[in-house]
């Protein structure tokens, strides 16, 4: 494959950008990407994470033009010390409150992402040991909010510890979400008006950016939105086998240089 006239990147961070190995940015993807933004190409994140836990990023602060975050229900610009918001969507309080009965009566702990602050309903030690230990979010109290602390504020993303079997069984229920795991262990679940490929539409259209010109990086099945939208979408060769299926390129590992092959398997750099 030769050259894509690229003007925009959108990235995944956990098993995309960063490794699960080592909790890090391999060098080769930091020396990648910061060779492509000084030829003028846009770099965009692209994370089921809310912005609270958007924390092993550090390596690669300089050269971040935007991001989509909390899978598409929170995508924003900040430029000049400002922050603009470029697309937002919240879930239905009713969806809300289903989800939550749901998940109580089968003591499934839900991380609840609110607007303003972020807490756990039927808080499980597990929810911590995945996600301070085993995916490095650090200076979040996840015991100190229920969804009675949170009412009044907007519920941008649940995240239960539901089986597969089980999200089946709930999603035909909450008609106005959308659900994407890209973990064994849970899933997210977003209002329809949010996913990865809504957030870089929203995101193209802000920046004058045709889809044509995006490319978009993913491994997991809440990156498979982002990957049918861009202009082409690259799958990790760690990633599900689903994620690759949908790819128009298949790349190697993250931990064997996946984006910087990538980028020059493209000419981006």
Request: charged fraction near 30%.
């Given at each position: 494959m030769g050259k894509h006239e690229t003007k925009a990147m959108f990235f995944d961070v956990d098993g995309t950008l960063v490794s699960f190995k080592t909790h890090r940015i391999p060098q080769s993807t930091v020396d990648a990407l910061t060779e492509a933004h000084s030829r003028g190409v846009r770099i965009y994140i692209s994370t089921g994470r809310p912005p609270q836990f958007i924390t092993n990023l550090g390596q690669i602060g300089d050269v971040i033009d935007g991001w989509v975050t909390t899978n598409g229900a929170n995508c924003y610009i900040c430029r000049a010390g400002k922050k603009e918001i470029v697309h937002t969507a919240s879930i239905p309080t009713a969806d809300t409150e289903h989800i939550l009965s749901y998940c109580h009566d089968r003591n499934v702990p839900v991380i609840i992402v609110g607007r303003k602050i972020i807490g756990v309903n039927d808080y499980d030690p597990k929810v911590a040991a995945l996600f301070c230990d085993g995916l490095g979010v650090t200076g979040i109290d996840f015991q100190r909010y229920t969804y009675a602390d949170m009412h009044e504020d907007e519920i941008m993303q649940l995240t239960p510890f539901l089986t597969p079997e089980q999200e089946q069984e709930l999603m035909p229920l909450v008609s106005s979400c959308n659900s994407g795991r890209w973990c064994d262990a849970f899933t997210d679940i977003t209002a329809k008006g949010a996913d990865k490929g809504i957030g870089l539409t929203a995101m193209a259209k802000h920046e004058g950016i045709n889809l044509s010109e995006t490319m978009a990086f993913g491994d997991g099945g809440n990156d498979n939105s982002i990957l049918r939208t861009a202009g082409i979408g690259i799958a990790m060769g760690n990633a599900n086998?689903?994620?690759?299926?949908?790819?128009?390129?298949?790349?190697?590992?993250?931990?064997?240089?996946?984006?910087?092959?990538?980028?020059?398997?493209?000419?981006?750099?």
């Open positions: 086998e689903k994620t690759k299926s949908i790819a128009d390129f298949i790349t190697t590992c993250v931990d064997d240089d996946g984006i910087a092959n990538a980028l020059r398997r493209f000419c981006v750099i």
